[in-house]
């Protein structure tokens, strides 16, 4: 029991305080495999799932956190997916009556939305477990230190400091709006409107021009100077290692053999 | 005595035609405070922009005994720091930290000297531990002293400063004036643009006063200019208007941040 609460203390916050560098690596190695496995290996899957829930147990997340957040971002997928079984063609497979239309599903528009629905959840569970634990700032420092390209570094952060003034500055017009608008002459408030969007817009580009002279003034000359504050630790290297060699693991069938032959009883969770 | 700042018949025009500054002569001496005062819309800003080189106006702007002009803005640049009105323009990088280590790592400094000279930046306006955090969560105050450090950061020769203290709480203020005389004993040269006539009474060495005409009117001493009312008077740094004592409400001309007997 000690053994276990010293072993829970220590890995609790263990993905938190990894570099961003071999979350990603490690992380982007696990979707790669999960998009590229056949969803004929259906059993592969269960396997992923069970890893990426292990991963959750290192974090300081709860499993019950992970779901809740994943389910708001299911439905966009349904939505897409939903029409890919009568789409595909191929052998029919059954037909859905709606009103006068008669719709029909094929077998290959079946397995195509299973394998859509269940690649884009485990990616999707993946991603939010991702997000929970690090920072977004410190996602584009681990991008940065891996050698993307420096301006999509650029631009994606600026983007994420701006949205939020952008949005406030959206809401705060609006908010003057309203609090002297009393519901007369309808009609010019999409002239009212027009303005606003227009403000927007000049103020925006105004804002950048007083931003990039900020950064010249401080010496900027097209390019970010890095500075490294990440280093990467005995831990890092083990976490990316054991994500490989799992991962090879199931990719090989290996782990799923072993479940089978050497504890029978293994199918109860594998089954889970 | 040295001057490190000269400015002759500086003039600039917005480009939608709105006259920015007229006809501007003033010089700064090595080492001085000298504390920009006039009404909104007098240029002050304006001013500051011309003297980093991001407008570019008509006139001679002498820093260091450097004629400034586009071949040399980089160098000139290096030595100068300017803190923005709007934060939120100075502070752009996703992390408080990122942007106070954005002017020494451009400087070229190596790893350790940014890390420790953005920490004590941030140590020095009272942000110690908000490093990791994003600027756009911070509150008004603190995204302005952030944009503070960013600039005390790079250790300049020369520190503009647009309105520093608008917007912080009087302990923060205080606090800024402390980083001030820090800033006045090491012998940095320091042009502050402010409202707060308390502040100027505080740290000025010399007073520059803005007037509508977008010029300077006035430059004198501390003193003699912020006991100069009819001066302050005509340049709406101090009006007429009712206020409190207690019971007693009257009008008078009243300098902001006074404290006056009756
Ligand atoms: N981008 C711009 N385009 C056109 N006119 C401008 C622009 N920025 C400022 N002005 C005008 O230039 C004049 C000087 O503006 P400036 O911002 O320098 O004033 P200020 O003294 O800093 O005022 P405040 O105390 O309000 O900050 C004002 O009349 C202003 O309307
Ligand atoms: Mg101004």
Known sequence: ?272 | MDRIIKVHNLNYRYPDGTVGLKDVNFEVVAGETMVIIGANGTGKSTLFMNLMGVLDGTGRIEINGIVLNRSNLKEIRRGMGMVFQSPDDQLFCPTVMDDVSFGPANLGWSSEGIITASQKALLLVGLEGYGARTSYHLSFGEKKRAAIATILSMNPNILLLDEPTSGLDPRSTSKFVNILYTLKAQGKTLLIVTHDIFLAQEVADRVLVFSEEKRPIAVGGYKEILADTELLLKNNLVHQHRHRHDALIHEHEHRHGYLHEH
Do not use: H
């Open chain 1, 1 to 272: 029991m000690r053994v276990i609460a010293i072993l829970m203390i220590t890995t609790n916050r263990l993905v938190e305080n990894l570099d961003p560098r071999a979350k990603i690596v490690s992380f982007l190695a696990i979707i790669l495999c999960i998009i590229l496995t056949p969803i004929t290996r259906y059993k592969d899957f269960e396997l992923y799932f069970l890893l990426i829930l292990s991963l959750t147990f290192f974090s300081e997340t709860t499993v019950g956190q992970i779901f809740k957040r994943t389910c708001v971002l299911i439905p966009f997928i349904l939505a897409m997916a939903l029409f890919v079984p009568f789409l595909k063609e191929g052998q029919v497979w059954g037909y859905l009556n709606v009103g006068y239309w008669k719709f029909a599903v094929t077998y290959e528009g079946a397995w195509m939305f299973l394998n859509v629905m269940v690649k884009s959840g485990l990616s999707i569970l993946l991603f939010v477990l991702a997000s929970s634990t690090t920072t977004f700032p410190d996602f584009l420092k681990g991008l940065d230190m891996l050698r993307a390209p420096r301006l999509l570094i650029m631009l994606t952060s600026f983007m994420y400091r701006y949205i939020f003034v952008l949005i406030e500055e959206a809401r705060r017009l609006i908010r003057a709006r309203d609090m002297r608008y009393f519901g007369r002459r309808y009609k010019e408030q999409f002239l009212v409107v027009g303005y606003m969007v227009g403000g927007l817009f000049i103020r925006t580009f105004e804002r950048a021009e007083r931003i990039y002279s900020a950064m010249v003034l401080r010496g900027f000359s097209g390019e970010i100077p890095c500075v490294k504050r990440f280093r990467l630790s005995y831990k890092d290297f083990l976490f990316t290692a054991a994500i490989f060699i799992l991962l090879t693991g199931i990719v090989s069938g290996l782990i799923y053999k072993i479940g089978c032959i050497k504890i029978p009883d293994a199918r109860v969770w594998i089954g889970l």
